[in-house]
């Protein structure tokens, strides 16, 4: 398990997590215009445990066949654990994503996506309940980024008031920083990718189940925001969430919320690219800033290491 070095691999999947996210928050809100938010989760989601579904069953056949009597009895025990782990985050993932899907209904995107970076400063702040050491350097690294955030997504002449949107992202970021933390204790344990399956099994289950008690979902609408609904089925949930879990074996969590958040970053990017929407100096001085704490943020460790080194010598 790799709980102090951060791989290269790791900053690949976590990367492509974060530009999958972005670009994908186009598809969320053309869905959102068609369909409601239990109804969009709990489609979207299932969709990604039937992508990974046929990958599971695949891999599983060719393990079970080569195995002994023993082999195979372990092998189950592994994959109750991965239901009872997948179980767990997947409860946290439909919480955090359904506040996140409401808060469209009361506050702006700008804002939302702001505060739900706010996971970025949870994660480090819950995993010292954990007794966990975060390098001073990382913490600097996490405020830069909020200074990026702020550039990126807020206008200060355009703040207006605290609503429900916003008290609705912001309990959202809290339970994205659990997931990510839980990711982090879990995934190194089991299969990521029949860990991603199983979590989005049960997220999709419990919002179709809340789908049904609190919205009326409509054939028609649904088929109106399929190609909204694909993408981020299939991209988002299917391959992002796994990349999440994969790339997480490999990555210290503060420093994986940090890449994760390149999300805003590459939505801004996205929607100049593909709505033609015009990037400010602001946003891109934005931008910049996200790059520069992410990239210090992965010789945070290295840098500290030496600074102790050179006081000791001094």
């Not at 997590?17 to 972005?22: E, L, S």
């Not at 195979?72 to 996140?100: D, E, M, P, W």
Request: aromatic residues 12%; glycine residues 8%.
């Amino acid at each position: 398990m790799v709980t102090n070095k951060t791989q290269f691999k790791g900053v690949i999947m976590l990367l492509l997590t974060a530009f999958v996210w972005g670009s994908s928050f186009v598809a969320q809100s053309v869905g959102m215009e068609s369909i409601e938010a239990f109804t969009f989760n709990g489609i979207r989601t299932l969709m990604g445990a039937l992508v990974l579904l046929p990958v599971v069953l695949i891999k599983d056949g060719i393990k079970v066949n080569g195995m002994n009597h023993e082999g195979r009895a372990h092998h189950k025990a592994l994959n109750k654990k991965t239901i009872i782990y997948g179980s767990v985050l997947g409860v946290f993932l439909c919480i955090a994503s359904n506040f996140q899907q409401f808060a469209f209904n009361y506050s702006e995107s700008g804002k939302i996506a702001f505060i739900t970076a706010l996971y970025m400063f949870f994660v480090p702040l819950l995993g010292l309940v954990f007794r966990k050491k975060v390098p001073v350097l990382t913490w600097i690294c996490v405020a830069v980024g909020f200074v990026g955030l702020y550039f990126l997504c807020i206008d200060p002449n355009n703040l207006g008031t605290i609503n429900l949107g916003d008290i609705l992202t912001f309990i959202c970021a809290i339970f994205f920083a659990v997931h990510i933390l839980l990711v982090e204790k879990l995934a190194p344990d089991v299969d990521g990718v029949k860990l991603s399956c199983v979590q989005f099994f049960v997220s999709g289950s419990i919002s179709c189940i809340l789908m049904f008690i609190f919205e009326s979902p409509n054939i028609g609408a649904i088929s109106t925001a399929i190609v909204p609904l694909l993408y981020s089925g299939v991209m988002s949930c299917g391959f992002a969430y796994t990349f999440q879990i994969i790339g997480q074996k490999y990555t210290e969590a503060t420093v994986a919320s940090l890449l994760m958040c390149m999300e805003s970053v590459f939505g801004v990017l996205c929607g100049a690219l593909i709505l033609h929407e015009t990037l400010t100096g602001r946003e891109i001085v934005g931008c910049v800033i996200m790059f520069v704490a992410i990239i210090v943020s992965q010789v945070a460790d290295i840098i500290t290491v030496k600074l102790k080194t050179v006081f000791r010598k001094g």
